[in-house]
């Protein structure tokens, strides 16, 4: 097997399971989604009406994984180009493009738009919770608010 057709192989493997990798790291932030953890935990729940709703995003988180993977294929397609001290200069030009690369895509794709509550609470209380749009949302509607033993905090209809 010719040097280049391991590199597209081994090129195809690390594209593969970074792709895999990102996928599996994106976690919902709406209000209909619980994690395992959640379920079955009791919750404080509160009641009030939503006096406020902007538009925001959720940043994607960076662990590193993407820039790694990304560093690794771009890397070894780097390898393949040229000889000598020209083949060195694009494999390191290769991984540097590739973590560069890596790391916009692992944050890209953990991106989301979201919606960011004002809520004022039957007791006079006023609080404000960022979450997923997952629904229908006005101003004036009346919500439910729980709050998790973890300190999460949801805006429920």
Known sequence: MKTYHKSAILISVVAIS?????CGCVQSRSGQVYSQGQAQRSMHV??????ELREVTIEGTNSGAG???GGIAGGVLGS???????RTLATVGGA??????GAAIEK?????SAIEFTVELDDGRIMAIVQEDGA?????????????GDG???VRQ
């Open 18 to 22: 970074a792709a895999l990798l990102l």
């Open 46 to 51: 509160y009641y009030g009406t939503i006096i």
């Open 67 to 69: 820039a790694v993977l």
């Open 80 to 86: 393949t180009i040229g000889s000598g001290r020209g």
């Open 96 to 101: 540097l493009a590739g973590a560069a690369g």
């Open 108 to 112: 890209g794709s953990g991106t989301r």
């Open 136 to 148: 229908y949302y006005r101003i004036g509607d009346r919500v439910r608010l729980l709050q998790g």
């Open 152 to 154: 999460s905090w949801r």
